[in-house]
């Protein structure tokens, strides 16, 4: 039997540091460069499969840090809504958003909405209880530190560090890498779907960059749905989705360059950017059970 890799990275060093390029001011930036420290979970699952393979899982934060230093706007309205927890029923679903609401929360941080953020936090808390990863918030009072810090950006971003490693050390702790996976993939598909919204319609270059950067991600995400040990057919539909999305980038005549990451955007078209979005939303509302 293989033992396939994956590495859980929670935050690259110096990254964190981005998002304050997309805003109007900097000054935060230092210290909360300061605060940051890179971590690094590499694990192993045990897989049927015949070759050895590595899965690289960026954090939710590290994507819309990413995002916001190109020029992401925040748009009101646009999350999934905190108090959708009691929709969701399965295990997977449960999972699943628990990584949506990490990229919302994080989202919101990033966009001075502290208030909006502790409502996430909270909705992760309850789906963590659900799921068995009450350890996290269990191990330090990170939510009534949130709260007290409300209004110090260094500060929140510091704890939300903290709250994503912890998230990290719980899975490897407890050998439940494929939950790793799953949650990655919520949190992957909220934030496209998000950055794709704004893409959509704009000549923004540099944001549309950054989210084909983020499409090399489909193979791991496609390779993380397949190693889940109790496939349903949440499970497959899903899988079979991002399957499709990766199939039409892949069909895309001249945007991929001569290596594995190097592709050329200028090819892409506007309406290649609104396909993007319409596969990406539809996964993204059925995870979520959101309205059309």
């Not at 690289?56 to 748009?75: E, N």
């Not at 390779?223 to 040990?229: H, R, V, Y």
């Amino acid at each position: 039997m293989i033992r396939k890799s994956i590495v859980l990275l929670s935050i690259a060093l110096g990254i964190i540091t981005l998002w304050s390029c997309g805003s109007e001011a900097g000054t935060e930036q230092q210290s909360v460069e300061d605060n940051q420290e890179a971590v690094v979970e590499e694990v192993q699952v045990e897989t049927e499969d015949t070759e050895e393979a590595d899965f690289i899982i960026p954090s939710a934060l590290q994507i819309h840090t990413i995002f916001k230093s190109s020029g992401l706007k925040y748009i009101d309205g646009i999350t999934n809504a905190p108090d959708n927890t009691s929709k969701y029923l399965s295990k997977f679903e449960k999972l699943l958003n628990f990584g949506v609401y990490s990229a919302d929360m994080f989202y919101c941080v990033l966009n001075d909405q502290t208030q909006l953020s502790t409502q996430y936090l909270k909705s992760i808390r309850t789906l963590s209880d659900e799921t068995g990863m009450s350890g996290i918030f269990n191990s330090a009072p990170i939510l009534e530190r949130f709260e007290a810090n409300i209004g110090n950006k260094d500060s929140v971003i510091s704890i939300m560090l903290e709250f994503q490693e912890k998230t990290d050390v719980l899975i490897a702790e407890n050998n439940e890498e494929h939950t790793a996976m799953v949650i990655f993939t919520g949190a992957w598909l909220e934030g496209m779907y998000i950055g794709l919204d704004a893409a959509r319609n704009s000549d923004n270059e540099m944001l549309r960059e950054r989210l084909i950067e983020q499409m090399t991600i489909l193979p791991n995400l496609i390779k993380g749905l397949d190693i889940q040990p109790n496939k349903n057919d949440q499970t497959k539909d899903l899988q079979a989705k991002i399957v499709a999305l990766s199939d039409y980038f892949g069909s895309i005549e001249g945007l991929k360059g001569e290596d594995e990451y190097s592709y050329d955007v200028s090819v892409l078209e506007t309406s290649h950017f609104q396909e993007f979005y319409k596969q990406v939303s539809a996964m993204r509302n059925e995870i979520t059970k959101s309205k059309v």
